[in-house]
Each structure stands twice: as structure tokens, then as C-alpha cells.
């Protein structure tokens, strides 16, 4: 049995990777080298259930989550545990994290060990109240909830971490070292399962300025560490550039310390019998669709906002001791997926308590070539009290082909439809010239939900003619 290594980040979009934005080229050395010379990069990799802590959760059961349940904690949606699988095999199981959710969640009660970085976004380990809380960024320019003292989220992170100045401050430094002090204490205890987990580049966005003077030299206004989640043109030209600079900049630091981890597998040789996978639960709009944020909870903004390519399309990188290096793989697959992929790349055979919902494609990662899935859906769980309604500014499904991208409540509640192949971020909708596909791509989500024993409900929601300005809510957003 090998070693397994997760690393998990969170908000990092796919085409951070490589310098494919043109807006902005984020700077990634460190994975770009991984994956050129260790890993194979499954590049139809989406997110499944959506956001945080649903798509964890498909990542630690092998189940799909969004159809049946939404954000709650792990033990409540099943009784699947990566961790717990792992124990009964022989596996030591650690946890480091500073998602700050995970706890709540309870993730950590099925792993050997757990630590937890405390303080990123709202989360107050101590409060200091003798000093003030500043406003960091003008109300009109960030997400106002949830609240303390007044104060939106931007305004608790940076006092809640007494203004940090330094990289060594930062929580990809902060959880990056101790990722590095837990292999060099623990590599000959084999066989072991590490779970790294990076809140970052989640926002706020506030990575030493000097880094975000890198991509963005001459702005000289207010700081954009943190995104309005609703309209982008509440933003001037040059303040949207510069909040993707701070996002870039925070993308940076978090290759960079994941770089020190690869670098310490390195060092206390452990390619050989190690799988290491890095990934992500999912992206960001940062001007994208007119949108920045992952969902819409601005008063401004009255539209759906549907999974589009830069919140759904994600990076998913594996290296293995038989898996090729340097490899592109052009599959569809998703987190239920990645539990049997890498307990078969480990030589383990787990004992799930429920059946998985996903199915290995090991074989693929190893040959180089081959086929998983023949499209793929994000999606998030929805309630409401009245069947068959969708509420209004809900977070609403994504399905993509080798071809195709279906909303099936588009923007503006209309399906939507998007030729990927020719309109990589789905720009230019074509629905309405395009019945026939509409309909084939609003079956195969139909027939996906069947096969995930969605309940009756979640088929109404989806339906050929859903209720659109319902009543209602979807999962927390954090």
C-alpha cells in the first residue's frame, strides 16, 4: 500500500495554471513544474457538488451530495470517512487545515490527528476589542454578510489577524510549514494518509501588497481584497483589475507553499511509494459573466448565477509511482470519483460502509489515454417550500459535454447553451437557435439525476418547466 497525500485548496481556477488567463497570468511555477515533470493533469475535471464544504464531503465519501443534501456535517450525509476507510487498513490519518469549516463540519472526527489554523474569514479564535476595527474597503465594493460589530467579512479578517504584514504571517506560509514539519516527523510511517488543506486563495485577498504590485504597478486607490458576489460593473475598470490582482497575488503565494511541500516529499524520497494529488473544490468569477464572487448574495443583483467554466472547471493533478509524468489527460471526472481512483493507485481495498457513488479511472491515469465519463454536472442543493420552484438568485446547474455547456436556468431563468469548443468560458449563448441541443443536453441532466436516485423533488426543480421566483434558500455560502 502507498502513501496517500491530498492537498486541497480552495477557489483555485483551472486556468490559474499554465498562463492561461489573458487578463492577468497568474504566476504558478510550482504546480506547472508538477505537473510537467511529476503528474498527470486530468484536465476535464469539474466540481461536483458545490460549494465548500458538499464538495469535500464528495471528496471523502466517493458520493455525490448536491441532489440529496446541501452544506452540513459530514457524519449527517452518510456514513462513509475517507479517514475512517483508511484507519481500518492499517493507515495513519492526519489533518491540517485552515479552511475554517472543516471542524465545524467534522471532518476531523474520523482522522487519527487533526490541526486546524484558526482565523481565516469570519472565524475568531481571540478577540482583541481594546483595538478598533477598521473599514478596510468601501461597503458599496464588498460582500456585507455575515456581520460583526457592523463590520462585513473584509473588515473582521484583517483585524481578527492584527493586520499582518508578512508572508510568514500568511496562512499558506502558516499551513504550508507545518504540512512540511509533519512529513519530516512522520515520512518513515508508512503507510500514511495526509490531508493538507488551503482555505486560500478563498478571500479575502490580502496577500503582501508588494506581491500584488507585481501584477498591478499603477493602481494607487483602495485596496480590493474582497469581491461584492454580485454585478462587476459596481466596480471601475481599474478597481476590477486590481481585485483580480489581489487574487492572483494570494493564487501565487499558495503555489508557493505548496512548492515547499512537493519540495519536502522530495527531500525524504517519498515519490516512490507516495500518491500525491492536488485539486481544488472550485473557481471565482472575477469579472466573468459580469459576476465577481461564486454566487449571488448582493441586494443589487436579481439573476441566477449558474456554475459557468470559471466556478466549475477545476485543477486536478495526480502523481503516482506508475502513473506518467508530463501528462495532459482529456477525461470528465469529478470528486465522487477520486476515492476509488486513488484507493486503487494505492493498492488499498476499502470496506465502505455505503455503496460509492463514483468509479476509478486509475487505468487511464496509468496508460495515459482513455475514457471516464461522457459529460459532467455541478451543481447545488436547493430548498424550498414550494415543489418544482427555483428561488431566485439560486446557484443553478451546469452541464458540460466534449462539446456543450447547459444552464439549464440560465442568468435570467431561460436555459442557456454555450459551443465550449469554440467559447471556452460560455460567452455567447446560443439557446435559442439551438432547441434540439437544449433538449438533448436538459435529458442527459434529467438521466444523471435518475442515476444518482435523486430525490422527487430535485427532479421537480429541474424539471422541463421549473417555477422561477420562489421562496427559498441553497446552500451556506462561504
Not at 510537467?36 to 465519501?61: M, N
Not at 472575477?286 to 449571488?296: D, Q
Not at 446560443?430 to 434540439?436: D, F, G, R, T
Amino acid at each position: 500500500m502507498y502513501n496517500i497525500i491530498l492537498i486541497i485548496t480552495d477557489t483555485y481556477r483551472y486556468d490559474n495554471l499554465g498562463d492561461r488567463v489573458e487578463a492577468m497570468p497568474v504566476r504558478t511555477p510550482e504546480l506547472d513544474a508538477f505537473a510537467a515533470e511529476r503528474a498527470t493533469a486530468v484536465e476535464g475535471f469539474y466540481t461536483g457538488s458545490f460549494p465548500t464544504i458538499p464538495h469535500r464531503t464528495d471528496i471523502a465519501t466517493g458520493r455525490l451530495g448536491w441532489p440529496n443534501y446541501g452544506w452540513q456535517p459530514i457524519d449527517q450525509s452518510g456514513r462513509n470517512h475517507i479517514a475512517r476507510l483508511f484507519n481500518a487498513k492499517g493507515y495513519a490519518t492526519q489533518l491540517i487545515c485552515d479552511c475554517p469549516h472543516l471542524f465545524n463540519a467534522r471532518f476531523q472526527a474520523g482522522f487519527n490527528a487533526a490541526f486546524q489554523n484558526r482565523g481565516q474569514e469570519g472565524d475568531k479564535a481571540l478577540l482583541h476589542l481594546n483595538d478598533p476595527i477598521e473599514t478596510v474597503m468601501p461597503s458599496e465594493k464588498t460582500r456585507l454578510s455575515p456581520s460583526f460589530r457592523g463590520h462585513p467579512l473584509v473588515d473582521q479578517h484583517r483585524w481578527h489577524n492584527r493586520y499582518r504584514r508578512f508572508e510568514s504571517e500568511s496562512f499558506p506560509a502558516k499551513t504550508g510549514s507545518l504540512a512540511v514539519r509533519w512529513l519530516e516527523e512522520n515520512y518513515r510511517a508508512a503507510p500514511f494518509f495526509l490531508w493538507v488543506d488551503f482555505f486560500d486563495p478563498h478571500e479575502p485577498w490580502d496577500p503582501p501588497e508588494y506581491l500584488v504590485k507585481r501584477y498591478d504597478p499603477d493602481y494607487d486607490g483602495i485596496p480590493m481584497l474582497h469581491p461584492n458576489y454580485g454585478r462587476a460593473d459596481a466596480y471601475t475598470e481599474a478597481e476590477l483589475r486590481n481585485l483580480r490582482a489581489h487574487y492572483a497575488a494570494e493564487a501565487e503565494l499558495v503555489d508557493r507553499w505548496i512548492g515547499r511541500i512537493l519540495q519536502k516529499i522530495d527531500d525524504v524520497s517519498l515519490w516512490e511509494d507516495t500518491v500525491v494529488v492536488i485539486t481544488t473544490d472550485h473557481g471565482m468569477s472575477i469579472g466573468e459573466h459580469n459576476r465577481t464572487g461564486k454566487s449571488n448574495i448582493s441586494d443589487d443583483d436579481d439573476r441566477y448565477w449558474p456554475l459557468y467554466p470559471e466556478i466549475g472547471h477545476i485543477p486536478f493533478l495526480v502523481a503516482a509511482p506508475d502513473v506518467l509524468r508530463g501528462n495532459s489527460l482529456s477525461l470528465f471526472a469529478q470528486p465522487m470519483d477520486f476515492l476509488p481512483t486513488v484507493c486503487n493507485l494505492a493498492n488499498v481495498e476499502i470496506e465502505p460502509p455505503e455503496p460509492i457513488d463514483g468509479s476509478s479511472f486509475a487505468d487511464a491515469l496509468r496508460s495515459g489515454y482513455g475514457h471516464h465519463r461522457d459529460f459532467v454536472v455541478s451543481g447545488c442543493h436547493l430548498r424550498t417550500n414550494q415543489p418544482g420552484a427555483i428561488p431566485r438568485k439560486a446557484t443553478t446547474p451546469f452541464l458540460v459535454t466534449s462539446k456543450w455547456g447547459y444552464a439549464p436556468v440560465g442568468a435570467n431563468g431561460a436555459p442557456e447553451l454555450y459551443d465550449l469548443s469554440a467559447d471556452a468560458m460560455a460567452v455567447d449563448d446560443i439557446a435559442v437557435e439551438n432547441e434540439v441541443v437544449v433538449k438533448e443536453m436538459h435529458e442527459l441532466l434529467i438521466s444523471y439525476l435518475q442515476e444518482h436516485n435523486a430525490p422527487e423533488d430535485a427532479l421537480n426543480f429541474w424539471g422541463k418547466n421549473p417555477r422561477l421566483d420562489a421562496d427559498g434558500t441553497w446552500a451556506i455560502d462561504y
